[in-house]
């Protein structure tokens, strides 16, 4: 049997164990960065249907960092310097 990953994980936790308001997640919605709470972010992203679950970039739960994409931090320094009018 396959193990779930993480991030899967946390979702299934939070979802069925947990209150899902408390958990807060950041995505990556075209050039900016989203902070919504998971109950909305799954009605937002219509059950991962619009937004897939490989654009989240970090779970919080009452300010503890459960799960952060490894390129978040190379994620936002590309667009901060292309917001610069810097080429990489």
């Not at 799954?42 to 970090?58: D, G, M, T, Y």
């Not at 590309?78 to 080429?87: D, F, Q, T, Y």
């Amino acid at each position: 049997m396959p193990r779930k990953g993480k991030l899967a994980e946390i979702f299934s936790k939070a979802l069925y164990c947990d209150n899902p308001d408390l958990y807060s997640l950041n995505y990556r919605d075209f050039n900016k960065v989203v902070e919504v709470s998971l109950a909305e972010f799954l009605k937002v992203s219509e059950n991962f249907q619009l937004i897939p679950a490989s654009r989240i970039l970090s779970v919080t739960k009452d300010g503890t960092l459960l799960y952060n994409k490894k390129c978040l931090n190379e994620c936002v320094r590309r667009r901060s310097v292309r917001k610069k009018g810097k080429k990489l």
